[in-house]
């Protein structure tokens, strides 16, 4: 049975950052790092590092000393980077493994009402900066041996015409062409025509949703494909790997989390009930170029938990 290998996670993580530091150092920046297992290409989605206060340098820094090459990141990282109105996810609050309150009836998990006034000033924020500083983030993951593969930005009715443009341009600064997006289905028509004007992709990624709205993205454009985290697809009552390998052609990248069945909590990898070792299987067999992006957050830490997860995944990719 495939364990968490807790003592390893931590050994890894103290020696890497031994090694790497806070920052990485010139001499190794040259060297790309490689994290693909048997043919799977693995990485992180940087919600792991949510709760933890660490930003665009140090998530670069964890990358390099966990060993994960590739990453799917969440506009409030790199904006709150660049000085935006925006805290870093999960900042003053309580990690996921603390009860929280209540949540306000009738408000929606996924598209809470924003404070309208700070709505604004991030609107004014994203139209005014300069793509340059975009341009300067994506460096620094290339610089880093590390591929900034998608922009984790999450369309939705409060955004203008204007904004959804701007936010297009800042991806293709980024130096990437695909956008992740925790958006309604019915804010995808909107996209289509900038999507298509920029020939930048926009995956829908689920929490709640199925196959019937990815369905309905899909057929809207070519440019609209799947981002399919298959921990939450499970949990909603739907199989990852008959998903998988009906729809692997418009699926950009995948996230990895175990949680349990019927809208069950998200747990350490190997404790759920998440397929994910026939998903590793899978993915080992037909050989698809897409990265498998962990997400998970833990009380130990990125680093720690990252690598205890990416332990998990090697040890599930290399079952014979």
């Known amino acids: 049975m495939i364990t968490r290998r807790k003592f390893t996670a931590s050994a890894l993580a103290a020696m890497a950052f031994a090694k790497y530091g806070t920052a990485v150092r010139a001499e190794e920046a040259a060297k790309p790092v490689n994290s693909t297992i048997d043919g799977v290409l693995m990485g992180v989605q940087s919600a792991s590092f949510t709760f933890s206060g660490m930003g665009i340098k140090e998530i670069i820094a964890t990358m390099r000393a966990v060993g994960l090459s590739t990453i799917d990141t969440m506009s409030e990282h790199v904006e709150n980077f660049l000085g935006a109105p925006v805290p870093l996810p999960g900042a003053g609050r309580p990690g996921p493994w603390v009860p929280g309150p209540p949540r306000p009836k009738g408000s929606h998990p996924m598209f809470p009402a924003p404070d309208l006034a700070k709505r604004e000033a991030l609107r004014q924020w994203r139209l005014n900066v300069g793509l340059e500083k975009f341009e300067e983030v994506g460096k620094m993951f290339t610089d880093a041996g590390l591929q900034f593969f998608s922009y984790n930005l999450s369309f939705d009715k409060y955004f ?118 026939a998903v590793f299987q899978l993915l080992k067999k037909e050989k698809w170029s897409f990265p498998s992006c962990i997400e998970y957050v833990g009380p130990a830490g990125p680093a720690i938990e990252l690598a205890s997860c990416l332990q998990y995944c090697k040890d599930a990719i290399k079952r014979p």
């Open 160 to 277: 203008t015409d204007e904004e959804i443009e701007k936010g297009f341009l800042m991806t293709k600064a980024l130096g990437t062409k695909i956008i992740t997006a925790s958006s309604p289905v019915d804010v995808f028509p909107r996209l289509k025509p900038f999507a298509e004007k920029h020939d930048v992709i926009v995956a829908l990624h689920n929490h709640t949703i199925g196959p019937k709205e990815f369905a309905q993205a899909t057929e809207l454009s070519d440019k609209f494909w799947i981002n399919l985290d298959v921990g939450h697809f499970f949990a909603s009552g739907y199989d990852p790997v008959a998903y998988l390998k009906e729809h692997h052609a418009r699926i950009t990248n995948i996230h990895i989390k175990d949680r349990l069945s019927h809208g069950g909590e998200s747990v350490p990898f190997g404790d759920g009930e998440t397929p994910l070792i």
